[in-house]
């Protein structure tokens, strides 16, 4: 007798530095993306939306992860034996975008996108292959007001999801104060160099390293936690320590930062630019209002990315909690950018000088749902009408109706089971009300209301359950014509924090 073979049955998982989100993250990311697509309209961005996939050579070779297969991207052939990538950041499409249709643009061609972006990196805690980001970019000008509008939109960025000043600041440098300082120490400095590349993805990672681990990547290489080795710049110490004094340069004021900067610089035509761009941006950012406290100069940022030209900028997240083990925790930066003056250049052969701002919305939502904010707005559980007559279902389902077109949210329980079971579905689903209409009910022209929010908090903080069935505070009986009105009433209680999921 023949085995009988088995059917082979998948195994159920996400794909590695992947994730599923659930309703809450979702909510909340939505709510980040609304508020900020408000603020880049506010200051005059169109929206716009490019492809998913883009033909590889026109993204380019700019990722701050060139261990990686692919340089850091998911690449594959078409039909046509083309490599296709999945865009890595929304900079690189957008340049492509301008470049094919420059002639009908407006200049500057002000835009901002939102969208996944997709990256073959290690994964790690807190780090995914996919996130989602939401830029503005201003294409076509040269002029570095362009830049301090990008650092004072970063900042009101910031706010315009909730945080107050104190609890962000937005660090910014010039990449060509770094070409001078390398200029000085007779490293070479063309933007494709690899030992420069190195260089600049060692210093972006001090916060993460600190200056030892920086120091060794600017030397002979590094060894992290789990034995992997990262090759260095093989810089000599003397270099290495001019680069130390470069990124530590940023101890005081910005004025006192540019005095020094212009000392490690020396007479380098290239790095002395720099430093008046960067006094241009800060006299900028001074006449508008935005101090010190909201942005600084830190020569210790130079950011990853390769395609940058100019100034460099980053949104800091200065507050610190407590992760679930008790340790105290920062999430530092939440998006940056900076000026790319080369991108659609390798498309036209001529310069077309950009600078833009892109916020890494996935971390800054990670970072707002562990300080307990955006929570308030973001949800919206819908009200739960039980069905407890399967004969007279229509009536659950026209009070459902009644409360969508009133603009709440309800759905009626679909799932065939008895009272017990319905409640506890509405509990499960965090509903906020369960709207309940037995014989009883229907035989006074009433429903019941039973508000699951206070229930949820009384039953903690009663422990007498006599006391807890005599009273029966969370559950009332109101007229069938006034279901609306009273559940709109019911709502109104947890107001601020829950009123906005019924708007």
Avoid at 149 to 170: K, N, P, S, T
Avoid at 405 to 414: I, Q, R, S, W
């Amino acid at each position: 007798m023949a085995k009988k073979q088995k059917s082979f049955r998948p195994k159920a998982r996400v794909p590695k530095g992947l994730r599923d989100r659930r309703a809450r993250d979702v909510r909340t990311e939505r709510e980040v993306l609304v508020r900020v697509q408000r603020l880049y309209e506010l200051y005059g961005f169109e929206p716009l939306a490019t492809s998913a996939f883009e033909y590889a050579d026109a993204l380019g070779k700019f990722l701050p992860d060139a261990e990686r297969p692919n340089e850091g991207v998911f690449s594959f052939q078409d039909d046509d034996e083309q490599w296709l990538s999945l865009r890595y950041d929304l900079t690189a499409p957008l340049a492509r975008f301008v470049a094919e249709n420059y002639d009908g643009l407006s200049k500057p061609f002000r835009r901002y996108a939102a969208g996944p972006v997709w990256r073959n990196e290690k994964p790690g805690p807190g780090r995914y292959r996919e996130f989602t980001q939401i830029d503005a970019d201003t294409v076509g000008t040269p002029l570095m007001a362009a830049d301090a509008e990008m650092i004072m939109l970063a900042a009101d960025c910031m706010e315009a999801i909730g945080l107050e000043r104190g609890d962000y600041v937005i660090r910014f440098n010039n990449r060509k104060v770094l070409d001078g300082v390398l200029e000085t120490i007779g490293v070479d400095t063309g933007a494709g160099d690899v030992q420069r590349l190195t260089i600049l993805r060692a210093i972006d990672k001090l916060d993460r390293l600190g200056v030892e681990g920086v120091r060794l990547l600017l030397g002979k290489g590094r060894k992290d936690e789990s034995g992997d080795f990262t090759e260095g710049a093989n810089l000599a110490n003397a270099q290495i320590d001019s680069l130390i004094a470069f990124v530590e340069a940023g101890a005081g004021s910005d004025e006192e930062t540019l005095a020094a900067l212009r000392g490690l610089v020396g007479d380098s035509a290239v790095g002395l630019e720099g430093i008046a761009e960067l006094s241009g941006i800060q006299k900028l950012l001074e006449a508008a209002g935005y101090d010190e406290t909201r942005a600084r100069l830190d020569p210790s940022l130079v950011r990853g990315l390769g395609y940058y030209t100019g100034p460099v900028y980053e949104a800091d997240l200065t507050f610190e909690i407590k992760n679930d083990e008790g340790q105290i925790v920062r999430f530092g930066s939440v998006g940056g950018g900076g000026r790319y003056d080369g991108l659609v250049e390798r498309f036209k052969g001529t310069q077309v000088p950009a600078t833009g701002f892109s916020v890494g919305v996935s971390r800054l939502v990670a970072a707002l749902e562990a300080k307990g904010q955006l929570a308030a707005s973001t949800s919206r559980t819908p009200v739960v009408v039980l069905a407890l007559d399967g004969e007279r279902i229509a009536d659950s389902q026209k009070m459902v109706q009644e409360l969508r077109d009133a603009g709440l949210a309800a759905e009626m329980y679909l799932g065939g089971a008895g009272m017990r079971a319905q409640m506890k579905y509405a509990d499960k689903r965090g509903a906020p009300i369960a709207v309940i209409e037995g014989e009883d009910e229907r035989a006074k022209g009433e429903v019941t209301l039973k508000d699951l929010v206070l229930g949820a908090k009384l039953s903690q903080d009663i422990e007498d359950n006599k006391a807890w069935r005599e009273d029966q505070p969370a559950q009332i009986a109101v007229k069938r014509g006034q279901l609306v009105a009273e559940v709109r009433k019911m709502l109104a209680r947890h107001e601020p924090a829950m009123g906005a999921r019924h708007e």
